[in-house]
């Protein structure tokens, strides 16, 4: 809990920094290439979040190896994460911020879960539904979860809707473990 809180914190606070300077675009595709090299390699989060490099090490590596790749202000946000001892939170700190500058854009992504490949009329008609529900142009990134047993759950942002076959059983349970027998 307390990395959402801290990535919305952070995120929020890039997002007003970005906005301030009109580098939206920049940010998107800057912080964009930040988050798959982190992804791909998390060597760059263990050495800033080594307790035996010096801090000024680790200024010094993101300053040269960033100094050609990002913009002033995001090397200096990565400096304040490594002042504030949050980098280990840099991965949910740009999932984020991604969210927000899809929602500035009008973009909401949207990820549906469902047990099986399902057809893509299935998504067709999904989307204008979520659209309308959130006022955003969605765009929908397709997962698939054999646990969920059937049914599909949609993760927006902050909010989860779940209509899986899994969900469905755990509350009857739930509704059969609280009936008095007598």
Request: aromatic share 4%; proline share 2%.
């Amino acid at each position: 809990m307390i990395a959402h809180e801290v990535a919305k914190k952070y995120a929020h606070a890039l997002l007003m920094a970005v906005m301030e300077r009109n580098l939206i675009d920049l940010a998107d595709e800057q912080m964009t290439g930040l988050r798959e090299l982190i992804r791909r390699d998390r060597s760059l989060i263990n050495f800033l979040t080594a307790p035996q490099i010096l801090e000024e090490k680790k200024y010094e590596l993101v300053r040269t190896v960033f100094s050609e790749r990002l913009e002033r202000l995001f090397i200096e946000f990565l400096i304040v994460l490594i002042d504030k001892h949050r980098v280990r939170f840099l991965p949910d700190i740009l999932d984020e911020f991604d969210q927000l500058l899809n929602v500035e854009k009008g973009v909401l992504k949207a990820t549906v879960v469902s047990a099986t490949k399902l057809d893509q009329n299935v998504y067709d008609s999904l989307k204008p539904k979520l659209e309308k529900k959130t006022g955003l142009k969605v765009e929908i990134e397709k997962k698939i979860d054999p646990a969920i047993l059937g049914g599909m759950i949609v993760i927006m942002h902050d909010e989860i809707i779940d209509g899986s076959v899994r969900h469905g059983l755990d509350m009857i349970r739930e509704k059969l473990e609280r009936v008095k027998v007598a």
